[in-house]
């Protein structure tokens, strides 16, 4: 067997805590049905984290040997500690892969990662959803077919202020009229990024097969395909540049030094 990725499910974990409706739906928390969703994938070695471990569950050691992150938040965005975020982000530049699902539009991660404000309209009411395949080639839509249906949902609808996505994988529409780039990906650094909309806490919706798969999908698109960029911004030594130079007018820093940052 090929190597399993290392998926790691984070999630906040506060509604299930506060709202019977949430737990209802929910009783093993949002986190763990989506990692027994992507444990019907014998490919992904799958753990989870909450917002009320140590460290968030996201240690240096533990992110170190995550390869694919997926987060779900919504009401505690504020709480994930600073240090924390710029951990994530240094590893989604090195190649971790990061998965935003649902209300993490707003979680600090995504937004550092978009550097927009990644603000979109909503609405509660139940209504079904409609997710169009745009790029039926595309690894994340392996598997399905032209649309898929989500009977009861919250409605995320445009303008989702996002910079211009690199792929759109689905479009949403919505019982209500409303359209929305429902599956979007992007590159920072060395690590792929996907944006998938559903998952309304009140509703069953990670139980959903299709978007189940799509998760499953998702992880392995997202897996990194190439050894970590440590990204140290090195110094070059004058005397192991590509041609031969010599120095020219004064220096304000010593050979060795490491970059400021
Ligand atoms: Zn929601």
Not at 49 to 77: C, F, N, P, S
Not at 233 to 254: M, S, Y
Request: hydrophobic fraction near 35%.
């Amino acid at each position: 067997m090929a190597k399993q990725i290392r998926v790691l499910v984070w999630n906040e974990n506060v509604h299930e805590q506060e709202n019977a409706t949430v737990r209802e739906v929910y009783p093993q928390g949002i986190h763990g049905t989506i990692a027994e969703a992507l444990k019907e994938d014998v490919d992904l070695s799958v753990s989870t984290a909450t917002l009320q471990e140590r460290e968030h569950g996201l240690t240096k050691d533990v992110l170190d040997h995550t390869d694919v992150l997926l987060w779900w938040a919504h009401a505690a965005h504020g709480k994930v500690e600073n240090e924390i975020v710029e951990r994530v982000l240094a590893r989604v530049w090195e190649g971790m892969g990061f998965i935003a699902l649902h209300s993490s539009h707003y979680s600090r991660p995504f937004q550092r990662l978009m550097g927009t404000s990644c603000s979109l309209t909503w609405r509660e009411a139940g209504e079904k959803e409609r997710l169009w395949v745009c790029n039926p080639a595309h690894r994340i839509a392996r598997g399905i077919d032209r649309y898929f249906e989500i009977p009861n949902t919250e409605m995320y609808g445009e303008p989702f202020a996002i910079p211009t996505p690199d792929e759109i994988v689905f479009i949403s529409w919505f019982e209500g009229g409303e359209v929305f780039r429902s599956g979007c990906t992007w590159k920072r650094g060395n690590g792929k990024i996907f944006y998938f909309g559903p998952g309304h806490e009140v509703y069953p919706i990670y139980q959903h097969p299709t978007v189940r798969l799509v998760l499953r999908n998702a992880v392995h698109w997202a897996a990194p395909d190439t050894e970590k960029w440590i990204d140290n911004c090195p110094q070059i030594d004058i005397e192991n540049a590509p041609e031969k130079i010599t120095t020219k007018g004064p220096r304000l820093h010593k050979k060795g030094e490491a970059g400021l940052r």
